[in-house]
């Protein structure tokens, strides 16, 4: 069964920084998806980035970047120029390519962007 | 962007009464999931749907039941309510197999 490990409980930067929030994961799949999803207080789960893994490339959305490392089974989430509405929980996600494709998440991040 | 509608936002409800969490899409998604979350803690799969007439049990044990008679809609059913049930219940879609999740607003259920 794959798991999904974040191990920072909470995190807490100031407007304008740069945050960087980590994600392991445990699978024998080649192929898969991961994700990263945000959570503001009282609001509705929204996508924030994704990559497959096939794909070299760290993918990218805006502000939002990630570093993929396959062989570490790592999938961390960099939030660059922090802005208040940044603040959320964030959960990285995981789904195999084939079979049941289920999401299997972690344990969620609360970030703070602090003014 | 997607609608997937959940109601009620909020429920507040006496153990032993029986309740019904409803879920509803209108992208014509096959897929369709109810997450169960506590507060601020990571959301457990507890139902799956693959399509009209397809259920299965998700990762977390629970003593909630779905249905899926139709596309757009995905209720899930607590029969005897208890203290226990007390959390978050997440409904998410999607449609093809590499698209991600579209999720409700979610319903807060609270059981006395």
Known sequence: AQTVTQSQPEMSVQEA???????TYDTSENNYYL????????????LVI??????QQNATENRFSVNFQKAAKSFSLKISDS????????????????????????????????? | EADIYQTPRYLVIGTGKKITLECSQ?????????????????????????GVNSTEKGDLSSEST????????FPLTLESARPSHTSQYLCASRDRADSPLHFGNGTRLTVT
């Not at chain 2, 990571?42 to 693959?50: F, Q, R, V």
């Open chain 1, 17 to 23: 920084e740069t945050v960087t929030l980590s994600c």
């Open chain 1, 35 to 46: 994700f990263w999803y945000k959570q503001p207080p009282s609001r509705q789960m929204i």
């Open chain 1, 50 to 55: 994704r990559q497959e893994a096939y794909k």
């Open chain 1, 83 to 115: 802005q208040l509405g940044d603040t959320a929980m964030y959960f990285c996600a995981f789904m195999k390519h084939a079979g049941a494709q289920k999401l299997v998440f972690g344990q969620g991040t609360r970030l703070t962007i602090n003014p």
């Open chain 2, 26 to 50: 209108t992208m014509g998604h096959d897929k369709m999931y109810w997450y169960q979350q506590d507060p601020g803690m990571e959301l457990h799969l507890i139902h799956y749907s693959y």
């Open chain 2, 66 to 73: 779905v249905s899926r008679i139709r596309t757009e809609h």
